[in-house]
């Protein structure tokens, strides 16, 4: 079945860096377009970053541009979510999730279980 | 890019409907028929039950249905069970005057049965 699986997370100090990875199973990842979605611990979704099927366009949410990228690897059947000088408000628990691309476009349709973020000295 | 206003709780008798508005503007609701809905219960990842405004994934109960008319978009519940108590939000696909792609969430309404 359909399945992603984030990795990475944990506890980070404020500036530093960390790298988010989501592993694709049971469909043909080179073929959609993926998505990064947060949420902070109570509060609501708040989509993150996007990336072409093929990885010819990103694109970011002004929150999070010029610190986070979003990349992928379609040999590894993995994206991944690069982040940089990292503050207190990034604390969150972070899914990865496809974008239905031809039956649900727009829209995310499958999701992760998420990988916690949490930002502190 | 401002978040789509949903009211913060709704919520009805079983058997009864619910509809559950999402606000937003002539940049994002109002210009596009891609209006999501996800229901999310405690604990769990969010699961997309309304996409294309009005469409139903398979599997989706035809309990769930979506509409929009103008900036607001609506989710309606109806024939409500109890296993429909979540927290429900809306998204809308953007593309903003530097002709990026993005997208924008509601702030989430609490549905209780």
């Known amino acids: 079945q359909m399945q992603l699986v984030e990795s990475g997370g944990g506890v980070v100090q404020p500036g530093r860096s960390l790298r988010l990875s989501c592993a694709a199973s049971g469909f043909k990842f080179s073929s959609y377009a993926m998505h990064w979605v947060r949420q902070a611990p109570g509060k609501g979704l708040e989509w993150v970053a996007n990336i072409w099927y093929d990885g010819s366009k990103k694109y970011h949410a002004d929150s999070v541009k010029g610190r986070f990228t979003i990349s992928r690897d379609s040999s590894k059947n993995t994206v991944y979510l690069q982040m940089d000088s990292l503050r207190a408000e990034d604390t969150a628990l972070y899914y990865c999730?496809?974008?239905?691309?031809?039956?649900?476009?727009?829209?995310?349709?499958?999701w992760g279980q998420g990988t916690m973020i949490t930002v502190s000295s | 890019q401002s978040a789509l206003t949903q009211p913060p709780s709704a919520s009805g008798s079983p058997g009864q409907s619910v509809t559950i508005s999402c606000t937003g503007t002539?940049?994002?609701?109002?210009?596009?028929?891609?209006v999501s809905w996800y229901q999310q219960h405690p604990g769990k990842a969010p699961r997309l039950v309304i996409y294309?405004?009005?469409k139903r994934p398979s599997g989706v109960p035809n309990r769930f249905s979506g509409s929009k008319s103008g900036n607001t978009a609506s989710l309606t519940v109806s024939g409500l069970q109890a296993e429909d108590e979540a927290e429900y939000y809306c998204?809308?696909?953007?593309?903003?005057?530097?002709?990026?792609?993005?997208?924008?969430f509601g702030g989430g309404t609490k549905l209780t049965v």
């Open positions: 294309e405004v009005t």
């Open positions: 999730a496809r974008d239905g691309q031809y039956g649900t476009p727009y829209a995310f349709d499958v």
């Open positions: 998204n809308s696909y953007a593309n903003s005057y530097t002709g990026s792609d993005n997208w924008v």
């Open positions: 002539s940049s994002d609701v109002g210009a596009y028929n891609y």
